[in-house]
């Protein structure tokens, strides 16, 4: 059964557009406008992200990585307008209080 999908305002813990929202999804205007020439996409971002998680756990740790994933998103200097629902939805449920493992979409 499905559910009718709620917005909420975004707050300190699900603001990942960081105030670029109106330049989302707008006619004329490239999904990678805001990026610095030669920065990374949010999904090379991310793959880095993880690599960089690998390295410093030496193996898999779903908690390191997630917890670089939260700060990196909420904290990320060159933002990335072009952020997929995966991500938008994620914080949405992680503002919500859940855990972060928790609030990641499970089907």
């Not at 009718?4 to 004329?28: A, H, N, T, W, Y």
């Not at 971002?45 to 898999?60: D, H, M, P, R, V």
């Not at 670089?68 to 200097?77: D, E």
């Amino acid at each position: 059964q499905l559910r009718p999908r709620v917005i909420l305002e975004p707050s300190l813990k699900s603001d990942i557009m960081g105030g670029k929202e109106i330049l989302f999804s707008q006619k004329g205007v490239h999904p990678h406008r805001c990026l610095v020439a030669g920065c990374n996409t949010l999904s090379g971002q991310i793959t880095n992200l993880f690599i960089q998680s690998l390295a410093e756990a030496g193996t898999y740790d779903r908690e390191h990585f997630l917890e670089l994933y939260v700060r990196h998103m909420l904290n990320q200097p060159d933002k990335d307008v072009h952020i997929d629902a995966v991500h938008v939805e994620f914080f949405e449920r992680y503002a919500r209080g859940n855990k972060a493992y928790y609030s990641a979409g499970l089907g």
